[in-house]
Structures are given as structure tokens and as C-alpha cells.
């Protein structure tokens, strides 16, 4: 668990969450009853950050459709706003973990990865069913905050 792994119970480690729906506590974390999507919920999970994260994990994924292309597309776009929110407050050398279905449209999304980090693969967790398209993507060694390529 994240909060054992940085030591949150013995104050020398934070851990952050973020989520939609209500959740029991989870003893050392500081936990956000928000939505990811609104500006004002980014910039309360800044806030409580206090400065820059070596770790964003995200365990994001839209609501099942039934529809594997429609659930895929939708599981991306939260994996590329989880992976925005990161580029935002990772800490040079940081690493990014997040949920992404396979399914091909996470070319762009991988492409953005190995831009910013030195190291990106992909890792199916074993309480995951074999024949799940759940998979996660780590990318570590973030490079820190690049110049934007389409800037002038």
C-alpha cells in the first residue's frame, strides 16, 4: 500500500487521493471527494501536495459500456488527463503509473510518454484476469518540464 511504501503513517511520506464517488478512509492519506475534470479539484490536489510528487498513480477508468471501443477510448482519455496532471507536478526523476485498456488508441498517449521519461512499459498485474484488456502503464525517470515543441 502507498501509504506504508513512504512512510504517510509516520509523517515522512504523502499520500493524495482523488475520487469521484465516496470511499472509506484510508489511514495516512488525505482523500478528495472531487472530479479530475474540474480546474478547481487540479488545483486542490496541488495544493495538498504542497509542492511536487515523485509518484502520480492513477487507477482511472470510465464507466463500462459493454462497448470494448467506446470503454477503451474513454479509459485513454482519463489515463492522458491523469498523465496531464502529472506532467504538472512531478518532481525531475518522478514516475507515472496509470490503468490503460488495450485496445490502439493509446499510440499519442505512449508517444507523450516516452518524451517525458527515460523509461515506459507496460505491466498486467496479477489479481488481473488473463483475458482482460487491463493493463498499466509505468514510465519512470520523469525528464522534468519540456519546452513545448509548438511554441514559437
Partial sequence: MAVERVGALENTGLVVGLDMLEMEPVAGAEILLAN?????????????????????????AAPTTGHASTDHLRTVALCE????????????GGTFVAKVFKGGA?????????????????????????????TY???MGYKGHLPDPEAD
Avoid: W
Fill in 137 to 139: 502503464v509505468v514510465a
Fill in 106 to 134: 493509446e499510440g499519442g498517449l505512449l508517444g507523450e510518454l516516452k518524451r517525458n521519461f527515460t523509461s515506459v512499459r507496460h505491466a498486467k498485474p496479477e489479481a488481473s484476469r488473463a483475458e482482460s484488456a487491463e
Fill in 36 to 60: 479530475i475534470h474540474e480546474t478547481e479539484s487540479v488545483e486542490r490536489l496541488r495544493h495538498l501536495l504542497n509542492g511536487s510528487a515523485d509518484v502520480v498513480l492513477s487507477d482511472m
Fill in 81 to 92: 488527463l491523469a498523465l496531464d496532471f502529472a506532467l504538472l507536478v512531478l518532481a525531475p
